[in-house]
């Protein structure tokens, strides 16, 4: 059974800081993984989505990589904004020879950025 | 808004009384999810379906709940008999079924039971 692990639960830096945020997962035959950003009481928006065959993506000040052979993934978030603060949760889907593309997620990490 | 869309934003209700909840994937997407959030969880699978056809149901989805996409278009989600674990955050989120199977959230419904 895949598990997605996030630590730590909770982050604090101040602004401008570039900062990383961890993600490990225990399968390593995945389709892809998906970075969300989950604001208070709202639902997930999609950060960036790296495909299995792919090792990195980015998009303006995120950069995500991933290794599958050692399951982990970063998301990197350079100079670090107040408005960034929220959870981040990853999240892998299974092979796609399996039937669906449903996401296992980690609990994500709650990031609070210091003005 | 071509995003996903939910429908209500937030739902209290009595226990035992039954509930029924609506999204709307993206028009193109043939691939449809519900998921359950608790707090300071992650979102949890709770079935989905491609087209008009529910392919799989979690462990999570009791009997006490139903699920449905009619025309392979918007689905509902009904809990019957709604229980105080019922109380969670309901995600719903579409994809393409192929290809760059990128899933998109719709806002969610936060349902209280008391």
């Known amino acids: 059974k895949q598990e997605v692990t996030q630590i730590p639960a909770a982050l604090s830096v101040p602004e401008g800081e570039n900062l990383v945020l961890n993600c490990s997962f225990t399968?390593?035959?995945?389709?892809?993984l998906q970075w969300f950003r989950q604001d208070p009481g709202k639902g997930l928006t999609s950060l960036l989505l790296i495909q299995s065959s792919q090792r990195e993506q980015t998009s303006g000040r995120l950069n995500a990589s991933l290794d599958k052979s050692s399951g982990r993934s970063t998301l990197y978030i350079a100079a670090s904004q107040p408005g960034d603060s929220a959870t981040y949760l990853c999240?892998?889907?299974?092979?796609?020879?399996?039937?669906?593309?449903?996401?296992?997620f980690g609990k994500g990490i709650t990031l609070s950025v210091r003005p | 808004d071509t995003g996903v869309s939910q429908d209500p934003r937030h739902k209290i209700t009595k226990r035992g009384q039954n509930v029924t909840f609506r999204c709307d994937p993206i028009s193109e997407h043939n691939r449809l999810y519900w998921y359950r959030q608790t707090l300071g969880q992650g979102p949890e699978f709770l079935t989905y379906?491609?087209?008009?056809?529910?392919?799989?149901k979690s462990r999570l989805l009791s009997d006490r709940f139903s699920a449905e996409r009619p025309k392979g278009s918007f689905s509902t989600l009904e809990i019957q008999r709604t229980e105080q674990g019922d109380s969670a955050m309901y995600l719903c989120?579409?994809?393409?079924?192929?290809?760059?199977?990128?899933?998109?959230f719709g806002q969610g419904t936060r349902l209280t039971v008391v």
């Open positions: 999240a892998v889907t299974p092979p796609q020879r399996r039937a669906n593309s449903k996401l296992t």
């Open positions: 399968d390593s035959a995945i389709y892809n």
């Open positions: 989120a579409s994809s393409l079924a192929a290809g760059r199977t990128e899933a998109f």
């Open positions: 379906f491609q087209n008009e056809a529910q392919l799989e």
